[in-house]
Nanobody, 115 residues
């Protein structure tokens, strides 16, 4: 079955960095685009970044452009989100998603940016 498992979240000070990973299984990973979303308390889930199947095209929310980088390793069936210069407003649960015949989501990983 399709599974997406995020990891790498945690508590970090403002200005710090984290790298999130999303390990995929149950489908042909290299055939599908992948996305990272986040949801802060009391807010709607929002798209953070997306990447095409072979990584040729990436897109970012304006709020993270220049600070976050999405990448993928198709040999490892893993998509990454490198987050630099983190701000308190980046605090959220981060989810990876893929769209096959329907959307599949991971369980999420908490990122907290606080001093």
């Amino acid at each position: 079955q399709v599974q997406l498992v995020e990891s790498g979240g945690g508590l970090v000070q403002p200005g710090g960095s984290l790298r999130l990973s999303c390990a995929a299984s149950g489908f042909t990973f290299s055939n599908y685009a992948m996305s990272w979303y986040r949801q802060a308390p009391g807010k709607e889930r929002e798209l953070v970044a997306s990447i095409t199947s072979f990584g040729g095209i990436t897109n970012y929310a304006n709020s993270v452009k220049g600070r976050f980088t999405i990448s993928r390793d198709n040999a490892k069936n893993t998509v990454y989100l490198q987050m630099n210069s983190l701000k308190p407003e980046d605090t959220a649960v981060y989810y990876c998603k893929t769209s096959l015949w329907r959307d599949f989501w991971g369980q999420g990983t908490q990122v907290t940016v606080s001093s």
